[in-house]
């Protein structure tokens, strides 16, 4: 079955990093695109970043840009983000995401939370 973990998550000062990871098991991981996704308390799910399979291609919602970066190390079925410079407003329960024979799968979260 489909499993994603994800850990990484803690406490950080504004202006500071984390990386997160995401470690896959169930399925071919190298075959599929991978999310990273945020939510807060009595919020929709804010997309974050994604990475293509093959190409790595990614692409970041402009809240991150700049500032993120998504990658995956498809030897280790594990996708990563990376966050710096980060900002109060991306304090989120962090998850990642894919979608498998019409089905989206997500992790338990992590948590992030950025203050002073």
């Known amino acids: 079955q489909v499993r994603l973990v994800e850990s990484g998550g803690g406490l950080a000062q504004p202006g500071g990093s984390l990386r997160l990871s995401c470690v896959a098991s169930g399925f071919m991981f190298n075959a599929y695109t991978m999310w990273w996704y945020r939510q807060t308390p009595g919020q929709e799910p804010e997309y974050v970043a994604d990475?293509?399979?093959?190409?790595?291609?990614?692409k970041y919602a402009d809240s991150v840009k700049g500032r993120f970066t998504i990658s995956r190390d498809n030897t280790k079925n594990t996708v990563y983000l990376q966050m710096n410079n980060l900002k109060p407003e991306d304090t989120a329960l962090y998850y990642c995401n894919v979608l498998v024979s019409g089905t989206d799968y997500r992790g338990q979260g992590t948590q992030v939370t950025v203050t002073s």
């Open positions: 990475i293509r399979p093959y190409s790595q291609i990614t």
